[in-house]
């Protein structure tokens, strides 16, 4: 005797596209982020002095040291008008945003200069570089 496969009712299987697709996207959410490669502005600023960083990216927004080590913390967000003209500049369309770079000196001079997208779900939509804009001139 052959029985009849029960038929699910429209908002029983909206229920479930809804679960596998959150499901999905937790999961996809979850993986690693690769890394970026460092811009030509992030690596021309190696071995700057931190003179020369205060001088043509100004006053960080945060300062530590410690002995010979130093971390300057600059944070920049986009303007409101930038926020139209991102998508003419990328090929991801960017909320808002801002960006913190982090700059590692030691011994006085810059060993590493590091991006994170502000909130850090917008990686790719930084504009870090532009806090450094006058640094390499």
Same mark, same amino acid.
């Given at each position: 005797?052959?029985?009849?496969?029960?038929?699910?009712?429209?908002?029983?299987?909206?229920?479930? !596209?809804? +679960?596998?697709?959150?499901?999905?996207?937790?999961?996809?959410?979850?993986?690693? &982020?690769?890394?970026?490669?460092?811009?030509?502005?992030?690596?021309?600023?190696?071995?700057?002095?931190?003179?020369?960083?205060?001088?043509?990216?100004?006053?960080? !927004?945060?300062?530590?040291?410690?002995?010979?080590?130093?971390?300057?913390?600059?944070?920049?967000?986009?303007?409101?008008?930038?926020?139209?003209?991102?998508?003419?500049?990328?090929? +991801?369309?960017?909320?808002?945003?801002?960006?913190?770079?982090? &700059? !590692?000196?030691?011994?006085?001079? +810059?060993?590493?200069?590091?991006?994170?997208?502000?909130?850090?779900?917008?990686?790719?939509?930084?504009?870090?570089?532009?806090?450094?804009?006058?640094?390499?001139?």
């Amino acid at each position: 005797m052959e029985q009849d496969s029960p038929t699910l009712s429209p908002s029983v299987r909206w229920w479930g !596209t809804l +679960v596998g697709a959150a499901s999905m996207l937790c999961m996809l959410g979850c993986q690693p &982020v690769p890394k970026a490669e460092p811009s030509a502005t992030q690596t021309g600023l190696i071995g700057k002095t931190k003179q020369e960083i205060l001088t043509c990216a100004g006053a960080p !927004t945060h300062e530590t040291t410690a002995g010979d080590a130093a971390t300057l913390i600059y944070y920049k967000r986009a303007s409101a008008l930038e926020h139209f003209f991102s998508a003419a500049r990328s090929s +991801v369309a960017c909320p808002r945003r801002g960006c913190e770079a982090t &700059v !590692t000196l030691k011994d006085d001079r +810059v060993t590493s200069v590091q991006y994170r997208a502000v909130p850090e779900a917008l990686n790719g939509c930084e504009a870090c570089d532009e806090i450094f804009a006058d640094c390499l001139r």
